[in-house]
């Protein structure tokens, strides 16, 4: 029950285009739900997250969805830029302190020039 | 200001050997994890400290596996009789914890550990 999917496990965009990363949870106790960008040989770094309490975020070109009753989360990038070719991971955890993270199993993404 | 650092950043070792992975979180920070990725996979929790003790350590896959953080900062992940299987990357990460705030981890670049 403690397990986060993550679809598609890997992805190519053209240059400009729209990627969209989907992922389903199965806890529903998980109450903060991060996206982390990670390039080769570097670790995670946080891209944006959401809670529970609204639908939707958006940070520049990136997005998150939030469906609570579906117990999905996505991340859209808008204006796909070949810097943005890197391993995405959705993650999800509870709040409170200390929590600690349960990841999907990544999407690599590729936006092609 | 200076983010999570670990070392070292590579570590070959032979199968039965006793390995220590460093980590130097965010000064001020309170949280500290270790995570352990394997290739093309996301990080697996291993062990949580607040402080110097560790609040969750149900992530150790076994008792050859054992972190210290004897004064609240640096960690050290250590590892008894090294076998193939923990051939991985082993990730660091800090976070202030504080009630009202989002949990945000910042981690480090990773140990990468083969065993020969």
């Known amino acids: 029950q403690q397990q986060v999917k993550q679809s598609p496990q890997s992805l190519i965009v053209q240059k400009g285009g729209i990627s969209i990363i989907n992922c389903a949870y199965e806890?529903?106790?998980?109450?903060?739900f991060p996206w982390y960008q990670q390039f080769p040989g570097k670790g995670p770094a946080l891209l944006i997250a959401i809670r529970p309490d609204v639908s939707e975020k958006k940070e520049g070109r990136f997005t998150i969805s939030f469906n609570k009753s579906a117990k999905q989360f996505s991340l859209h990038i808008m204006d796909s830029q070949p810097g943005d070719s890197a391993t995405y991971f959705c993650a999800a955890s509870k709040i409170t302190s200390g929590s600690r993270l349960t990841f999907g199993e990544g999407t690599q993404l590729t936006v092609n020039p | 200001g200076a983010g999570v650092s670990q070392t070292p950043s590579n570590k070959v070792t032979e199968k039965g050997k006793y390995v220590e992975l460093r980590c130097d979180p965010i000064?001020?920070?309170?949280?500290l994890y270790w995570y352990r990725q394997s290739l093309g996979q996301g990080p697996e929790f291993l062990i949580y400290?607040?402080?110097?003790?560790?609040?969750?350590d149900s992530g150790l896959p076994n008792d050859r596996f054992f972190a210290v953080r004897p004064e609240g900062s640096v960690s050290t992940l250590k590892i008894q009789r090294t076998e193939r299987g923990d051939s991985a990357v082993y990730l660091c990460?800090?976070?202030?914890?504080?009630?009202?705030?989002?949990?945000?981890?910042?981690f480090g670049p990773g140990t990468r550990l083969t065993v020969l």
């Open positions: 400290f607040q402080g110097t003790g560790a609040a969750d």
């Open positions: 806890n529903t106790a998980f109450d903060y």
């Open positions: 000064s001020g920070h309170t949280a």
């Open positions: 990460a800090s976070s202030l914890t504080y009630r009202d705030r989002s949990n945000e981890q910042f």
